[in-house]
């Protein structure tokens, strides 16, 4: 460990003296380097680079217990339904608040904008911001109260995402109500922890990742804006999945009677290795172990009735106390590094430059739900997928814009049909997230023996 520390001091200390010879011509990088928090890129370097061969996965642990989305007991149903409605009145009370991660790259779909930007609905090509605004300002009138919408963007994508809520008008929620910030960025470096330029103004920076939102929400002054509004949950979800409920009066309820630090919901795994992160547990402590890292035969494990033991993966939703987020500020609670390798474009020693074809350098990031295991008395809500998960991350195939769509549809219908709607085998179905927040809104409405005979609905 000595060794490997020393070889990191001295790797710092080359690219120190390396990044004050190359800024003696360059402003702009001389500024870089001089904000940059060598402290962290130490952290990162000692985490990704020299710690590369443990596998960082907890001695013994076993597969997370949680909550069926359908319960198996009376016992279970009488507590859900408490727990929906205490979920209610908190909502009512304006307890909580919604928060989107939207400051990855989103390099796998290649789309030219903010994601959250994207069209995507079937019908009227809603984009993905306007969807979630939608829903937020449909459940904020239901309980008549204001929800906060906090925005987490990156230094690369905070003005195009601002501009686009201005130009609509912050989607008849009210300036006041959101707020946007970018997270941090950490440099990227090549396999041996030498920084790498963009260009020979500039480092090449990328996001921190989504676990980068938890210092984001506190140093851009939302967690102090939340104190002030009396906020005591936060209710956070990924910028690419438009079927999502942002405000789930059921998963905020069990969350705050349960005291939980950290809540998150749980798929049904398609199979054993479906690329979905897998919740475990340690003890009284959950973690999520990512799909990559689950050993084989963990993985095709099976319990007696047939079905995988590690089948809850994780969509990323999740609900944080306000005052566990708190908890990251002094810098005493960290989250740990993760290594990502991937193709950076970069200028080499004779001012060239280099796009490689195949990985070439590290990326530093933390994620979010390395702060589960953190967390006290956390629990897990199972989420049925197509209710609630069908993220836009692909350009083609599963995950994509297409099979989002055509996920909308399917969800349309089911909820138009399970209100007593008849509807065309081959309609296209999109129905306002404004008029109608939940599935719960609609079969309120009562369309019992309604006859849709048009190929295109849209219900608003
Ligand atoms: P992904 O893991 O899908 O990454 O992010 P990505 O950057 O969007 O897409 P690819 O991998 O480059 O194709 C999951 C969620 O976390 C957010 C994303 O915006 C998305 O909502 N995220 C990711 C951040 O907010 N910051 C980051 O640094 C990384």
């Known amino acids: 460990k000595i060794y490997s520390y020393l070889i990191v001091m ?5 690219n120190k003296i390396r990044m004050n010879r190359l800024s003696a011509n360059s402003d702009g990088l001389l500024r870089q380097i001089q904000s940059l928090d060598w402290d962290e890129l130490e952290t990162a370097l000692v985490e990704c680079i020299f710690k590369k061969e443990e596998s960082g996965l907890p001695d013994e642990y076993g597969p997370a217990s949680y909550f069926p989305i359908i319960p198996e007991n009376p016992e279970q149903k009488t ?71 906090y925005i987490m963007c990156s230094p690369l994508n905070l003005e195009a995402t601002t501009i686009h809520f201005k130009d609509n008008d912050f989607y008849g929620l009210g300036r006041d109500n959101l707020k946007f910030f970018a997270q941090g ?171 490689p074809k195949e990985p070439n350098a590290v990326k530093f990031e933390t994620f979010v739900f390395d702060a589960l295991p953190l967390a006290q008395n956390p629990l897990i809500l199972e989420a049925d997928r197509l209710e609630e998960f069908s993220p836009v991350k692909n350009k083609t195939g599963v995950d994509s814009l297409e099979s989002s769509q055509s996920d909308q549809i399917k969800r349309a219908r089911r909820w138009l049909e399970n209100a007593g709607c008849k509807i065309l085998d081959n309609s296209l179905i999109e129905i306002s997230p404004l008029t109608f927040p939940s599935k719960i809104d609609i079969e309120r409405k009562n369309f019992h023996n309604f006859d849709f005979k048009k190929n295109l609905i849209y219900l608003d």
């Open 10 to 14: 001295d790797i710092i200390e080359q």
């Open 79 to 149: 507590l859900y339904e408490k727990a929906y409605k205490h979920g209610e009145n908190l909502i009512r009370e304006a307890k909580t608040s919604a928060f989107t991660v939207a400051g990855g790259q989103g390099t796998r779909l290649g789309y030219n904008g903010p994601k959250g930007t994207l069209p995507v609905s079937p019908i009227k090509e809603k984009p993905l911001f306007q969807m979630f605004a939608e829903q937020i300002l449909g459940i904020s009138r239901k309980y008549n109260v204001t929800i906060p919408w």
């Open 185 to 355: 960025v950490m440099p990227a470096t090549d396999f041996k922890g030498n920084l790498l330029l963009a260009s020979k103004d500039s480092l090449a920076l990328s996001p921190n990742g989504h676990g980068g939102s938890l210092k984001a929400l506190i140093e851009s002054g939302s967690v102090a804006d939340m104190a002030s509004r009396g906020v005591e949950h936060v209710s956070y979800f990924q910028v690419d999945n438009p079927l999502v409920s942002t405000i789930n009066p059921l998963f905020i309820g069990l969350h705050d009677l349960q005291k939980s630090d950290m809540s998150s919901r749980s798929l049904t795994k398609t199979g054993p290795f479906e690329k979905l992160g897998n919740f475990v547990s340690t003890d009284d402590r959950i973690s999520i172990i990512e799909y990559s890292d689950l050993p084989e035969e963990k993985a095709l494990e099976k319990e007696a009735d047939g079905r995988i033991k590690y089948r809850a993966g994780s969509p990323a939703i999740h609900i944080l106390r306000r005052d566990f987020i708190e908890q990251f500020a002094s810098g005493e609670r960290k989250l740990p590094y993760h290594r990502a390798e991937k193709k950076v474009p970069h200028i080499n020693e004779n001012g060239k430059l280099v796009t």
